[in-house]
C-alpha cells in the first residue's frame, strides 16, 4: 500500500555531484520524518540525513557542509543534493519514511529498496 520509489543513484567521478529523489506514495495520513541512510560492504546501515515534517535536519557528522536534503511536503518526497563527493561516500543508500497511515494507527517504518551510488577515485 505504501511505496518509496528512489531514484538519481549511479556512478560519478570524485568531486561531483549527485541528487537522490524518494517519493512516498500510498494511502498516508502523516509523514513524520523522511530520511537516507547508506550501507557499504562489510558494513552496518547508518543514517547519512534525515528530515521532520517541521524542517528540521540531521546530518552525519561525515556529510555535513557537503550533502543537503529537503523535501516537498506536497508530493512527499525528500531530496539529498549530494556534493564534493568522495569514494568512502560509496555506498547503497536506502530511503526511509516514518508515518502514519491512519489517524489511530502507530507510526511505522518503510524503507525503500535501496539504489547503488559509486564514486571513482
Known amino acids: 500500500q505504501v511505496q518509496l520509489a528512489e531514484s538519481g543513484g549511479g556512478l560519478v567521478q570524485a568531486g561531483g555531484s549527485l541528487r537522490l529523489s524518494c517519493a512516498a506514495s500510498?494511502?498516508?495520513?502523516?509523514?513524520?520524518?523522511m530520511g537516507w541512510y547508506r550501507q557499504a560492504p562489510g558494513k552496518q546501515r547508518d543514517l547519512v540525513a534525515a528530515?521532520?515534517?517541521?524542517?528540521?535536519?540531521n546530518y552525519a557528522d561525515s556529510v555535513k557542509g557537503r550533502f543537503t536534503i529537503s523535501r516537498d511536503n506536497a508530493k512527499n518526497t525528500v531530496y539529498l543534493q549530494m556534493n564534493s563527493l568522495k569514494a568512502e561516500d560509496t555506498a547503497v543508500y536506502y530511503c526511509?519514511?516514518?508515518?502514519?497511515?491512519?489517524?489511530?494507527?502507530?507510526?511505522?517504518?518503510?524503507w525503500g529498496q535501496g539504489t547503488q551510488v559509486t564514486v571513482s577515485s
Open positions: 528530515i521532520t515534517s517541521g524542517g528540521s535536519t
Open positions: 526511509n519514511a516514518d508515518l502514519a497511515r491512519t489517524a489511530s494507527s502507530g507510526r511505522v517504518t518503510y
Open positions: 500510498g494511502s498516508i495520513f502523516s509523514l513524520v520524518a
